[in-house]
């Protein structure tokens, strides 16, 4: 995929892990398809309501991103964007800080000025959480893309050295972690896996 856009809520996955990533990428073309035609759709249909701009889709062939913002709060003379998440846990991931990352770079590539923080809402607690985005973060964005736009059929990635990742992980029915481990032991060597079973 190495001339494609990376799509920001695909950091997220890749973040989290990206065996994962590429079995949505690689295997789950029609999810992949959906996504895409609701992306447009939404894009068409975007909105600004007070100091609030709904659904904001940006591109940037220098960075290698793509993504729709949900939420752009333009209170206060700062540009802020909203990424909405559902936290059963009562907060967000680290991986949930990458994707904002990429929407704080993808906003400053298209407003030309510095966006140096986000912030995360969460449906359960009703809480907004503001997120400084620092030169970690940044990195970890440049990193995340040069990997998943060299990431091809042939190389999957391996499993998560973090088994609880994979209790909630989609994914699991295709990657199958727990029958890996309990069939072909050599091949989860050196991940958590390896013991569990
Ligand atoms: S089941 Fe585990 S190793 Fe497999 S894709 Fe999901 S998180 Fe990664």
Redesign the pocket.
Known sequence: MSEELVNVSDLNQHA??P??YW?LHFYDTQGRNYERIEGKTKHENQSERGNWLNELYLESERLGLKGKIDVLDLENGRTVPVERKRAESGDYYKSDEVQLAGYCMLLEDHLDEPVRQGAIYLYETDQRMHVPITEDHRETVREQIDAMQSMTVDSIPP??DN?K??EA?S??EY?L?EETARLEPKKVRGTGWEGRI
């Open positions: 989290y892990c065996r994962r079995y499993f998560t088994p990742k994979c992980c994914a699991r990657c972690p």
